[in-house]
């Protein structure tokens, strides 16, 4: 690959990541910098893709604190635009592997309306946030 590319890749990747950072509080810039593997993973997704996480039901009882989706698990949207990152799905696998199953199916082509079935299938016998699935299609930001 010669430089010119090289720079043009470089640039668009810093790019592409201040853009979502920079709805970040530094509150949670320094959280989502401070986690590591599969929830750091997860976190990054639900950053960038908040609007696809609100199509998907939460599993892990969280209906009771007054979350409605998986998204709320993660964030929290102001109205200003602001992200600011919720602690509940740091120690949470239920949470982290419905983002995480979402992200990687939506890579490997699947419309969401299969995702949502799988999702409520491997789950049936848990409680659910009942979170309208909204868009159909495919998606995302990654």
Do not use: W
Not at 107 to 117: A, K, V
């Amino acid at each position: 690959m010669n430089r010119k590319k090289i720079f043009f890749l470089l640039l668009f990747f810093f790019v592409h990541i201040n853009s979502y950072s920079s709805k970040l509080t530094d509150e949670s810039s320094s959280f989502i910098n401070s986690l590591k593997g599969d929830v750091k993973e997860a976190y990054l997704y639900a950053v960038k893709n908040p609007d696809i996480l609100e199509n998907f039901s939460c599993y892990c009882g969280c209906e009771k604190i007054g979350h409605t989706s998986n998204n709320s698990c993660f964030i929290d949207v102001n109205k200003a635009n602001t992200i600011t990152l919720t602690n509940h799905s740091v120690s949470c696998p239920i949470c982290i592997d419905v983002a995480l199953t979402v992200k990687y199916l939506t890579n490997d082509g699947f419309e969401l309306s299969e995702i949502r079935q799988i999702l409520d299938n491997a789950y049936k016998d848990y409680p659910t946030t009942n979170t309208k699935l909204q868009n159909q299609k495919s998606c995302c930001n990654e």
